[in-house]
């Protein structure tokens, strides 16, 4: 059975991330790191690498998008331009979390560290700004890829919930030897959360079963996703390509920003 061709993208986070595979499986993928330009960037890249591809936009079979979560703006212009090359080109469309990406990549690249274990568990952490990160957990087995719901947690139960996690993975790593298991932390947090990566020295190393790799979403590893939720695919007519929104206080209105102004004014 001939693989599905998918264009997939992702723009959650300051990289602008786009993939393409075509017919005969050759992936084709281009990363730029584009802070607040994703928009000016994003089609030029599209279609360059279908050029490269050579691919057709008849020809495609599945257009998926990281649905975020991440920066508000980042999110609006992947569903954006989605939505209008599905529209424009009558594709249909898959919404991928981009954690679940981001875990997903460093998996597929580090697959000679991670083939002889039975399960590999992993937690994909991305900074959400204001004191909060962005939680998703799931579990990779050879022919399986579990994900948890997505959670935005403040900054101190993010570090507490962490610690807990791999202090319980360490301890039971010493007194099981039947279940072999890893453990792979990834994501961003590294610059806002120098604690946390602190806490995971302790327990990463070339010998152990748990690892943590700093990434970002990628829109290569959104191909095999997207091959792994063929059932979920959606027409436009069945659903519009979304941002995945988990903060419904983005920012101030101007109304909102006088009145607390105000507010400040009277209690001094």
Not at 29 to 49: C, E
Not at 73 to 101: E, Y
Not at 226 to 239: I, P, S
């Amino acid at each position: 059975m001939p693989q599905p061709i998918i264009l997939a993208l992702d723009t959650s986070t300051q990289a602008c991330s786009v993939a393409i595979n075509n017919a005969q499986g050759k992936v084709f993928h281009k990363d730029v790191m584009t802070p607040q330009s994703h928009a000016n960037q994003i089609l030029d890249m599209i279609q360059t690498l279908m050029s490269d591809a050579e691919v057709k936009p008849n020809e495609l079979d599945i257009l998926a998008y990281g649905q975020g979560p991440g920066a508000f703006t980042g999110i609006r212009i992947a569903a954006g331009v989605i939505q209008g090359l599905a529209f424009g080109w009558d594709k249909p469309v898959i919404g991928l979390s981009s954690l679940s990406s981001i875990a997903k990549s460093i998996i597929q690249l580090n697959i000679q560290k991670f083939q002889n274990y039975e399960r590999v568990e992993w937690i994909s952490l991305v900074d959400a700004r204001m004191k909060e990160v962005y939680w998703q957990a799931g579990i990779h087995l050879k022919n399986d890829w579990q994900e948890s719901e997505i959670e935005m947690l403040p900054a101190g139960e993010f570090l507490r919930r962490l610690e807990a996690k791999v202090k319980a993975f360490h301890q039971n790593s010493l007194t099981t030897s039947t279940d072999k298991k890893a453990l792979v932390i990834c994501g961003d947090i590294e610059k806002e959360y120098p604690q946390a990566i602190e806490m995971l020295a302790a327990y990463t190393g070339q010998n152990s079963d748990i690892s943590w790799f700093p990434s970002l979403p990628s829109a290569q590893a959104m191909l095999e996703l997207a091959r792994l939720k063929q059932g979920e695919v959606q027409t436009t007519c069945e659903a519009l390509p979304t941002p995945l929104y988990l903060r419904n206080h983005v920012a101030d209105t101007i109304a909102e920003r006088e009145a607390k102004k105000l507010a400040k004014s009277n209690l001094s």
